[in-house]
Every structure is written in C-alpha cells, then in structure tokens.
C-alpha cells in the first residue's frame, strides 16, 4: 500500500478526500482527540487503523507535527506502519484521517487478560520490555 509520506504537509486542505480509497468498518477504540476505526483499503481489501478526528484551527500545528512524527517513525519494527492522512469534508468541522498499520492483536492488556492465568511469564515479560526498550531509544532522538 503506498503512503502520502513523501508529501510535505503545509496546508491540510491539499490532503486528499479519503472516500474511495479507505471505508470504515467498526470503532476499536476511543480516545480523546477522536475515535480509532478498524478500516479496509478499498483496491486491496487490506485492513488499517484509521484514526478519525475534528479539525479546529487551533489544532492544525499540532496535527501537522504528528503527521510529521508518524512518517518518521513508521519504519521502526515496533510502530504501526503509516499509510497516510487524509481529510473528509463535512459540517460542521472537517476530519481528519490518519490511516496506520492495523494491529488485530490487541495491547499486552488484551495479552493478559487472554491467558489463562492473568499474568504473563517472565520470557514473554523481558520480551515486551526490551522492545520497549528499542522504541524509547528511537524517541529519545526525535
């Protein structure tokens, strides 16, 4: 799937309508800047995450840097790959849609919880914990 990551982002209306080329297919997630979909990349049938947020003039900065910040770090082994953002048009307030790598397994919550006993093993435990350790390396840079 190819991304807009090469596109330099300094106005937000040149981002492209998303109607066509991503559809929404069920809220996973809610947060406070918007909800996250589970979405499906139309030419492919490919799933993805699609963040979904209100646009405000106050927040274009802000969104410009994590557009920014997402296309630095989507190469990284441990980071949901970045697809791309786009901005739907409607009323009262546009959209914007950040499209991302879809990670069906769940968080180490959902890991937990999953197991039999609530609780994970000391393998798995310094596992999670050294690719932790691998993504703050790769922040502590930024």
Same mark, same amino acid.
């Given at each position: 799937?190819? %991304? %807009? ?18 559809? +929404? ?12 979909? =589970?979405?499906?990349? @139309?030419? @492919?049938?490919?799933?993805?995450? /699609?963040?979904?947020?209100? *646009? ?15 296309? =630095? ?13 786009? *901005? ?9 849609? +950040? ?11 959902? #890991? /937990? =919880? ?5 609780? #994970? ?6 596992? /999670?914990?050294?690719? *932790? ?10």
């Amino acid at each position: 799937m190819s %991304n %807009n990551s090469g596109l330099d982002i300094t106005n937000l209306d040149d981002l492209r309508d998303p109607s066509g080329i991503f559809s +929404l297919i069920e809220v996973v997630g809610k947060g406070t800047y918007g909800n996250v979909y =589970k979405g499906r990349y @139309t030419r @492919t049938g490919q799933l993805a995450a /699609i963040k979904v947020m209100p *646009i405000t003039e106050e927040d274009e900065e802000e969104i410009k840097l994590e557009i920014d910040t997402l296309k =630095k770090l989507s190469n990284h082994r441990n980071i949901a790959s970045y697809y791309g953002a786009f *901005i739907k048009k409607s009323s009262p307030r546009d959209h914007l849609w +950040l499209a991302m790598e879809y990670c069906g397994a769940g968080s180490v919550a959902d #890991l /937990i =919880k999953s197991t039999r006993t609530k609780s #994970l093993k000391e393998d798995w435990i310094a596992y /999670i914990c050294r690719e *932790i350790l691998r993504v703050s390396r790769l922040l502590l840079v930024l």
